[in-house]
């Protein structure tokens, strides 16, 4: 059982930078890919970013240089960095873990993008 918290979340202005963090609860961390998703109003819950227990890194082509994603299985966290936001990136952004059949999501940490 793994239990994931986000946190970092809050209003930004466009342009501006927020770090997202999910720290996870349970064992065998460094054994899970992770990603990170996010859900706007009325839209579908989609994948910004992933990354794998190997630390292969994927992003969606909507984020590409703009958010890092970043894991420390030390602190059993992983971390996404979102620079340069936009309206569009308002959403609230949920962390996943992923380990064979088992799949976890944490509560979600809202972001918005206003001026």
């Known amino acids: 059982q793994v239990q994931l918290v986000e946190s970092g979340g809050g209003l930004v202005q466009p342009g501006g930078s927020l770090r997202l963090s999910c720290a996870a609860s349970g064992s065998a961390f460094v054994l899970y890919d992770l990603a990170w998703y996010r859900q706007a109003p009325g839209k579908e819950r989609d994948m910004v970013a992933g990354i794998t227990s190997g630390g292969r890194i994927d992003y969606a082509d909507s984020v590409k240089g703009r958010f890092t994603m970043s894991r420390d299985n030390a602190k059993n966290t992983v971390y996404l960095q979102v620079s340069r936001l936009e309206p569009e990136d308002t959403a609230v952004y949920y962390c996943?873990?992923?380990?064979?059949?088992?799949?976890?999501w944490g509560q979600g940490t809202q972001v918005t993008v206003s001026s």
């Open positions: 996943n873990a992923k380990g064979g059949h088992l799949s976890y």
